[in-house]
């Protein structure tokens, strides 16, 4: 490599061309100034649909072992109060009646909704319209949950339910 | 009006990781400029369509992020959208031909050099074969390693300091008097 030091430094003396000062412009117009100005991505980020849904069903999955766990529990209390009442935390204390009834007393604890499953059914024309819509069906499974603060039992209501959602497409 | 000047390795390494970190792109791009148009030269005739490679090359490599680590990446970024320039180029080329069959080409100089010695040896780095050339623009003028430049070009570290050994000895034949 001594042989070529003296041709290297000749080489390294040789300066390349400067770009052009309008290529500072396009790439910082093409860069924008911050991330935040970079081009807008598509509504449907598809990855935080993904990790949405899963975390959804971990919900989902934690909820029923919890239900599984306090069956047991579930079921005396059921013995003790055969028809448990979902009224609201407010009539009891004006009635003066809390201590007595509040076995009975159930108040909402959550409210899951799952979308397992969105279908793009494309555009359509509702009836009169000359804006086009487009199609998407969803499909999911609702979990309403009640708990009973007193006795610690809880009730919960599953259910699959389906979602036609048209949204007008502009800018065509 | 910018002015280039040559960086250190430590401060290459500075440069190349602000540019890793989304940190002042500015200062980074207008270090790295020179020698990245330099290198996108080698494929692309015109220095505004390197221009464009090296911009499409750059605003990708910062959008996604990469650190120091993938320094060599960058330059392989601009190699892979030269070569698709390249397939664009062929096709827009055939049309043009037609059109500007008796024009003459415009060939715009890849360096400034100020005298005659160093206008000789630009020429001869200019008549270097490609493979060689490529190297020999990574290694003296983006100060890259033998290591990067292998990454960068998909070949073995061995074959890219072979052909800048080759380079050299093939420059220094053809500077020789005759």
Redesign the interface.
């Known amino acids: 490599?001594n042989?070529?030091s003296e041709?290297?430094n000749?080489?390294?003396?040789?300066?390349?061309?400067?770009?052009?000062?309008?290529?500072?412009e396009?790439?910082?117009e093409?860069?924008g100034v911050s991330?935040a100005r970079?081009p807008k991505r598509s509504p449907y980020n598809w990855l935080s649909l993904g990790l949405g849904l899963a975390a959804a069903a971990v919900l989902f999955l934690f909820a029923t072992i919890n239900m599984e766990r306090t069956q047991e529990r579930w079921e005396k209390i059921a013995q003790i109060s055969p028809a448990p009442e979902t009224s609201s935390v407010l009539p009891e204390r004006r009635n003066g009646s809390g201590g007595s009834t509040s076995l009975n007393r159930f108040i909402p604890t959550g409210a899951t909704q799952v979308v397992y499953n969105t279908r793009d059914e494309g555009l359509q024309f509702a009836l009169g319209s000359e804006q086009p819509l487009r199609r998407l069906r969803y499909q999911t499974h609702q979990t309403w949950q009640w708990r009973n603060p007193t006795t610690g039992a809880s009730l919960r209501v599953s259910y699959p339910s389906e979602e036609v959602v048209l949204i007008p497409v502009s800018g065509q | 009006m910018r002015t280039w000047q040559r960086l250190g390795y430590k401060d290459r390494e500075k440069v190349m990781d602000n540019v890793g970190t989304h940190e002042n792109w500015k200062s980074c791009f207008s270090e790295v400029a020179p020698g990245l148009l330099l290198f996108a030269r080698q494929w692309v005739q015109s220095a505004a369509d390197a221009e464009d490679v090296v911009q499409e090359a750059f605003v990708k490599f910062w959008r996604r992020n990469h650190n120091i680590e993938n320094r060599a990446l960058l330059y392989a970024a601009v190699r892979s959208i030269a070569f698709d320039f390249i397939r664009r180029d062929k096709r827009r080329a055939r049309r043009e031909a037609i059109v500007f069959a008796d024009a003459e080409p415009a060939i715009e100089p890849q360096f400034e050099w100020q005298d005659e010695t160093q206008s000789t040896l630009a020429a001869a780095v200019g008549s270097l074969p490609h493979d060689q050339r490529e190297v020999l623009v990574l290694k003296i003028w983006n100060e890259l390693t033998f290591n990067e430049i292998a990454s960068a070009l998909g070949i073995s570290q061995n074959t890219a300091a072979s052909r800048y050994r080759y380079a050299l000895a093939n420059l220094k034949k053809s500077l020789q008097p005759q």
């Open positions: 490599m042989d070529f041709l290297e000749e080489l390294k003396k040789l300066r390349p061309a400067q770009p052009s000062p309008v290529l500072f396009r790439v910082e093409a860069m991330p970079q």
